[in-house]
């Protein structure tokens, strides 16, 4: 087990760096311009960045300073709150995040190739792995099921969808559960480990 770990993240690792290395980003960086692109074209508060990834704020800061520099990034102030910097991707910015996206897609090329179960086993081992990560403040809190206060885990326990969704009002499996959901809003289990940071 722990050799086919370590021997998927030397895989990834590589991918990543690849396209790094092209664009001589930091991982800070592309993951960045990554997130951007998911949200792509609602603009994002630095704050994300920084419950995301478990890192000093003017860590962030620089990253964004620096993909501003190179046109990939654009910054506005908050119509609502000046003090608030909200980050959105440069039509530059888009193009390139888009390119590196191909490293993304050869792991999804191999993961689809799977039978359904192994797939929805997969999804609920990486959700479980993640929560772990985030229980142990090893990464930041993300905007997942399981650190999300509508979240109702085992309300239906022995239905096939266990859990509930009491903002959505949906039932939900293991395979089911969202990793960036819109509707997400924090816990007060994931506040509490962002307040030990
Ligand atoms: S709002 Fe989204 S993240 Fe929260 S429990 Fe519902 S589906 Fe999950």
Redesign the pocket.
Known sequence: MTVGLLRMQIVTAAIKSEAAQEMRLSSLQLQILMDLLARHPVPQSTSLFVDRYAVARPTVSDSIATLAERRLVSKRSDKKDKRVVNVLLTAKGFRRATEMTDWANQLLESVTALPRAYQEALLSALIRIIGDFTARAIIGVD???VT????DRNRRLGMPKAHY????K?A?GDAD??LD?????MGKKALKLLSMR
């Open positions: 905007r997942m099921c999300c206060k509508h979240f969704c009491k903002a959505l949906i939900l559960l969202r959901c819109n509707t997400y809003e």
